[in-house]
């Protein structure tokens, strides 16, 4: 069956640390895959997606995610992380053909101390 | 110049009653979609359309009926509500229906009582 699994529920780190998301998936085609932010209260904000070559992709707020297919894996990573990042965030795999049905993850909370 | 609007934000009602959600996008694209978003955060897909024509259809009680007049209009009409139905809809678009980028409205917060 199609899945995504982000194992982190919440995350908390201090500003200026390393950040890194993890995303988990299960699909039976070669996969899309794309890293979303919602801000609270807010609606979904693309942050990268990965859908062939290069399998480090950047993305918005300085955020960068890898694409390992040995590991059905695409971490979501950020060198510093800002204040303003503490949101949720989401993992999402989709692929041709699927006509833009999106399967997400249930996403990870991060909190950002002072 | 918002991309992807909804109306209203917040939604309080009773149960058994008829709502309706409204979602409009000025981006040209020729998708939209409705998503619900429960209350642990998990985000699933009901209807995608393309171009006026019924794309994706999950599965969702029939109470909820997607009616997409033109295709920058995607509304969401849901009859006899129940308490389940309870959550954050939202709505978003993508040029065309393949594997393109999604951009997301603000969220429609429906509360049954």
């Known amino acids: 069956a199609q899945s995504v699994t982000q194992p982190d529920i919440h995350i908390t780190v201090s500003e200026g640390a390393s950040l890194e998301l993890r995303c988990n998936y299960s699909?039976?085609?070669?996969?899309?895959l794309f890293w979303y932010v919602q801000s609270p209260g807010q609606g979904l904000q693309l942050l990268l997606k990965y859908f062939s070559g290069d399998t480090l992709v950047q993305g918005i707020k300085g955020f960068e995610a890898e694409f390992k297919r040995s590991q059905s894996s695409f971490n979501l990573r950020k060198p510093s992380v800002h204040w303003s990042d503490a949101a949720e965030y989401f993992c999402?795999?989709?692929?041709?053909?699927?006509?833009?049905?999106?399967?997400f993850g249930k996403g990870t909370k991060l909190s950002v101390k002072p | 110049d918002t991309a992807v609007s909804q109306t209203p934000k917040y939604l309080v009602t009773q149960m058994g009653n008829d709502k309706s959600i409204k979602c409009e996008q000025n981006?040209?694209?020729?998708?939209m979609y409705w998503y619900k978003q429960d209350s642990k955060k998990f985000l699933k897909i009901m209807f995608s359309y393309n171009n006026k024509e019924l794309i994706i259809n999950e599965t969702v009680p029939n109470r909820f009926s997607p009616k997409s007049p033109d295709k920058a209009h995607l509304n969401l009409h849901i009859n006899s509500l129940e308490l389940g139905d309870s959550a954050v809809y939202f709505c978003a678009s993508s040029q065309d229906g393949g594997i393109n980028e999604q951009f997301f409205g603000p969220g429609t917060r429906l509360t049954v009582l």
């Open positions: 981006l040209g694209h020729d998708t």
């Open positions: 999402a795999v989709g692929a041709r053909g699927s006509q833009g049905n999106l399967i």
């Open positions: 699909y039976g085609a070669t996969p899309y």
